[in-house]
C-alpha cells in the first residue's frame, strides 16, 4: 500500500484529465446536436438511435476497438487518444438525450411570448430556450461524468494512464489494496464530480448566483488540477523516454521492471512503462513507435504474424521464423531471456494422483465431462485448435475467464482444468500439476526482448544493455519471481530489483 | 394604420381564413369578436407575422410588413395573449425589460421604463421589481403581460384574448386600465375576443368573424341595427336577453 500512494496523485490526475476532456468533447457536441434534434425530431430520431446503441455496446470493447480504428487512419493508436475518443462517444447519450428533452419540454406558451416580444431565433436559444433547458442539460452532463469516470479505469488496457492501473495491475498479481485503492480513487473524484456540476444545477434550477459560482469554480480547480501534472511535465522538457510496455500479467509487470531498470541502469535516458496492455495493442505500439520494448514470446507472435500453429520443426527454426517477420516490421529481437512461457494444461495435484493423470493425452477419456478455464485469448487462438485436434479433446465446455481468477477455479472445482502458463508462481502456490504436453502439439514460446526501430536507431547503449539480458532468466527463476508476487505479496518493483541487484554482483 | 387585403392563410388543404379585408384608423379599437375556430387569432397574427399569409397583403402604418424581418417588427408591435408566457426564469423586471434590451436600450433607461410601466398597470415598482413570475396572481401576471407588450413604446398592439383566464372582477379591472392606458398613449388595438359584452364594452367597432371569413364589420349599435344576418342578431341580442333574465330573477327574490 505505501509503495502505491506516492504514485496515486499522478494517475488520479491522469484520469481525471482523460476523463474532463472527454466529458467536455462530449459537451461540445452533444449539446449543440440536441438542440438540433429537438428542432428537427424525426431526422433526430436515427440520431438518437445511434447514440442508444454505442452506449449498449460495452465499454471496454467500445475503447479496445478505438485502436485499430485509430491505427487504420494512421493516428496514434494506443494510449490517451483511444481512451479519449472511447470515452467521448461513451458520455454522448445521456447529454444528447437530456438536451433534446430539455428543449421539447420548454411550455409553447413561453416560446410564442420569445417570437412575440420580437426575438430573432438565435436570441431565443440563448435567452430564454438554453436557460429553461439547462437544469435538464446539466442533469445529463451529470450522469455522463459519473460514467466517464467510472469508465475510464478501462483505459488502461488500451494504454492510457488512469486509475485502471491499480485495479488491472491489483486484479493480477492478487493485490486487494491496490484494486481498492483503485477503485475508491475512482468512486470518490465521480462524487466530487457529481456533486460539483450538481451544485451548477441546483444554482441554475434556483436562479442562484452563488450556488452556480462555488460550482464553477470548483470544476475549474478540478481541471487545472488534471492539468497541472502533464503541464508541469513540458516545462521541465525531458527528452521523450524510453517506454517499457507490459501485457496484463504478473511475469510481464515483473520483466517490464527488469528491462526498464536495466535501461536506467545502462544509458541516461529516463524510461517509463505501460502496463496492461492488450497483446495486439502493445505489440502495435511497438511497430509504431509509440512504445520501445517490450517482452513478448516465440509462439504468440509466430501466430499472430505468420498464422502459423503448426509444429516448428526446432526451437531454432521457430525463432528463426519469427525474427525474420519482425525484422520486416523494423523490430529487432534484442535478446532470448532464457525461459519458456507456454499454456499448460494443469489440475490439482490430488485430482491428478487419483486419476493417474501425467500426459494430456491422459485426458481425452475425462473431457465430455469437464470443464476446461482458460484466458480470453485461448480459446480463440490457433494454438487451442492444434492442441485439441493433436489429443482428440472434447470438453464439456470451455469458459473464458480472467487470469487471475484461473487458478481460484481449479482450486474449487469450478472448473476440472485449466490453461495456466507454464512459469506462473500460482501453479506452486494453489498445487497444480501441469501436464506433459508428449506430443509436442504447442508451439515453442521462448521469451524474447524486442526492441522497436527508435530504440535501436537512437540508442545504441539501451540496445547492449537489452542484449546483457541474453539467457539470464531460466524458467525456474521465473517462476520464483512470479511466486514472489503472487503468493508472497511482493510488489513486482521490488522482486525486479532484487533480480538486477543480483544481476549487477 | 393597420390595413389587410384579401387574405388567405391555408394550412394543406385546410382554409383557416379567407378573403379577409380590414382597416384600423390610428388610435382605434377594432375587436375582432368570434368562436373558437372562426379565425380570429390566425387574422391578428398575420398583423405582427407570427402568421405569414398565403395570398394577401398586410400593412402596418401604410408599410407592407414584410419590408421589414419578422423579429424587428414585432419589436414596434406590442402583443399580449391569453396564455401570457412569462419567462419564468427572469424577474418581472426583466420580464418587461425584455423588448427594451433587444433593441439596445441603454440599462438605465430600460430601468426608468420598467419603473413607469408598473406604476401604469398599476402594481408597486418597488414591491413588484424583483418578483418572480411564478409569485404573481393571475391579474397580477396579466398587467405585467401588458407592461411587457408597451414596454418598446409601441403605437400598435395586438391582444389575443387576453383577459380571457380572469374572474370578472379582476376582468373588469384590468379592462379599464386598458382603456386609461390607451387614452394616455392613443395607441392603435386590435382584440380578439369570444365574448360579446367585452367586444360591446371596449370596440369602437366590432369585426364578426365566422369560418375563417368576416362576416361584418361595424359599431356595436351598427351591428345591432342592421345585422347581416340572423346569427349576428341573435349574438347581439344575446347579452341583453341575459341582462334582461338576471334582472328578472333579482326583482323576483326581493322581500
Known sequence: MNELLPTLPDYAAAHLQLSLVALLAGVLVSVPLGIWASRHPRAARPVLAV???????????????????????????????PAALGLFVYSLLPILHNTAVGMATIDASILEAADGVGMTAGERLRRVE??????????GIRTAAVWTVGTATLATPVGARSLGYYIFGGLQTRNYAAILLGCAAAAALALLLDALVGLLERGVRRRRRGLVRAGALGLLALALAASL??????????????VVGAKPFTEQYVLSRIVAGQLERATATPTTTLESLGSTVVFDGLRSGEIDVYVDYVGTLRAM?????????????????????????????????????????????????????????????????WTIGGDYELFHRPEWQALTTTYGLRFAEQRSMDPSLLYEAARTGEVQVIAA??????????????????????????ALVLAGPRLVAEHPAALAALQALAGRIDAAAMRRMNAAVDRDGQSPAAVADAFLAELAQ | MIALEQVRKTYGAVTAIADVSLEVAEGELLVLLGGSGSGKTTALKTINRLVEPTSGRVSVAGEDVRTLPGPLLRRRVGYVFQRLGLFPHMTVAENIGVTPSLLGWPRARIDARVDELLAMVELDPAEFRERDPAALSGGQAQRVAVARALAAEPRVMLLDEPFGALDPRTRGHLQAALMNIRARLGLTIVFVTHDVVEALL???????????????VGSGRELAHTP????????????????????????????
Not at chain 1, 438554453?130 to 442533469?139: E, K, R, S, T
Not at chain 1, 501534472?229 to 524510453?242: K, N, T
Not at chain 1, 535478446?335 to 485426458?363: H, K, M, S
Not at chain 2, 371596449?202 to 361584418?216: E, F, K, N, T, Y
Open chain 2, 202 to 216: 371596449l370596440g369602437d367597432r366590432i369585426a364578426v368573424m365566422r369560418a375563417g371569413r368576416v362576416v361584418q
Open chain 1, 421 to 446: 502458463y507454464s512459469t506462473d508462481g500460482r501453479l506452486d502456490a494453489y498445487d497444480l500439476t501441469p501436464l506433459v504436453d508428449d506430443r509436442a502439439a504447442l508451439p515453442p514460446y521462448d
Open chain 1, 305 to 369: 504474424l505468420l498464422g502459423r500453429t503448426d509444429r516448428a520443426a526446432s526451437r531454432a527454426a521457430a525463432l528463426a521464423e519469427v525474427r525474420e517477420a519482425l525484422a520486416r516490421d523494423g523490430v529487432t529481437v534484442a535478446a532470448t531471456l532464457g525461459f519458456e512461457n507456454t499454456y499448460v494444461l494443469a489440475l490439482p495435484r490430488a485430482q491428478a494422483e487419483a486419476l493417474g493423470l501425467a500426459r494430456i493425452g491422459d485426458l481425452a477419456g475425462h473431457a465430455p465431462g
Open chain 1, 229 to 242: 501534472p502533464p503541464l508541469l511535465g513540458l516545462l521541465r522538457a525531458e527528452a521523450r523516454p524510453l
Open chain 2, 228 to 255: 347581416a344576418d340572423a346569427e349576428v342578431r341573435a349574438l347581439l341580442t344575446e347579452p341583453l336577453e341575459l341582462a334582461a333574465a338576471a334582472r328578472a330573477r333579482l326583482l323576483a327574490e326581493a322581500p
Open chain 1, 51 to 81: 447514440a442508444s446503441a454505442l452506449q449498449t455496446v460495452p465499454s471496454l470493447a467500445l475503447l479496445a476497438f478505438m485502436v485499430p480504428a485509430l491505427a487504420a487512419v494512421g493516428a496514434p493508436s494506443i494510449g490517451w487518444l
Open chain 1, 130 to 139: 438554453l436557460p429553461l433547458a439547462l437544469p435538464v442539460i446539466l442533469a
